[in-house]
């Protein structure tokens, strides 16, 4: 019997965006924000916030990057129609979670959302008063140090 691989697909990534949002205190985030948390909670290691990287060793983390970014809009959109979070209108889109999201992430439990949520919390108050544009620079050297 084949077992469905969840591995690294809109819903899982719908999850981690999830998680994030909630582990950010709730507070609202721009979507850029929210992508960089997720690629650096998921490559951790790289960026020495862990002992590993939940997503396993790559050299590729530029690409990675880049096709993380869209996988972290479709999931916003999959959450946007579930109404686990909200898109807060203004100049810049901000996401926030709802009390459906909030209720649906006390149910993850599995190891790697609890090892994705201790990483995420360690990288969101090492990097806390980043500016998005900021954390985007803080990304990419330490990628391009890497390569």
Known sequence: MLMNNIFDTTS?????CLITINCLNKKSLSLDRLWLINFLSLYAKDFKFSDINLYGDSIYSSVQLTVRHEKVKKAILLLVSKHLIKLDEGKIAK???TQKGQD???KLNS???????VVTNSIYNTLKN???LELLAFTHEHILNKE
């Open 111 to 117: 190891d790697f959302a609890s090892s994705y949520k």
């Open 12 to 16: 899982e990534v719908a999850m981690q």
């Open 95 to 97: 996401i926030s979670i």
């Open 104 to 106: 649906l992430v006390e």
């Open 130 to 132: 980043m500016s998005d």
